[in-house]
Nanobody, 123 residues
Framework: QVQLVESGGGLVQAGDSLRLSCAASGRTFSSYAMGWFRQAPGKEREFIVVINASGGRILYANSVKGRFTISRDNAKNTVYLQMNSLKPEDTAVYYC????????????????WGQGTQVTVSP
């Protein structure tokens, strides 16, 4: 069992930066790939990025490539999402997720989810 808690969301202006954190419970964090997804009102949950268990492989969605950076600290059971050059279209609830199916980009490939943190980017 893995419990995930996101933090770091908020209201920012276009062009600003935010860093999201996702703290995991349990001693098996280092065996899970960790992904970030987001969901805007009225839209499906969208894949953003995933990092494998060791941190050596990363897959980004084209929509955030070059602006967002994922990292993880297995000693702290935490994964981070650094978001730069934020745009109004980045406004969404951001979720972290844990899975053991490699670099998954689909919701169904993840076993555990956090409760989400709201990110709002004003023009």
């Amino acid at each position: 069992q893995v419990q995930l808690v996101e933090s770091g969301g908020g209201l920012v202006q276009a062009g600003d930066s935010l860093r999201l954190s996702c703290a995991a419970s349990g001693r098996t964090f280092s065996s899970y790939a960790m992904g970030w997804f987001r969901q805007a009102p009225g839209k499906e949950r969208e894949f953003i990025v995933v990092i494998n268990a060791s941190g050596g492989r990363i897959l980004y969605a084209n929509s955030v490539k070059g602006r967002f950076t994922i990292s993880r600290d297995n000693a702290k059971n935490t994964v981070y999402l650094q978001m730069n050059s934020l745009k109004p279209e980045d406004t969404a609830v951001y979720y972290c997720a844990a899975g053991q199916r490699g670099l998954g980009s689909r919701v169904g490939e993840y076993d555990y989810w956090g409760q989400g943190t709201q990110v709002t980017v004003s023009p």
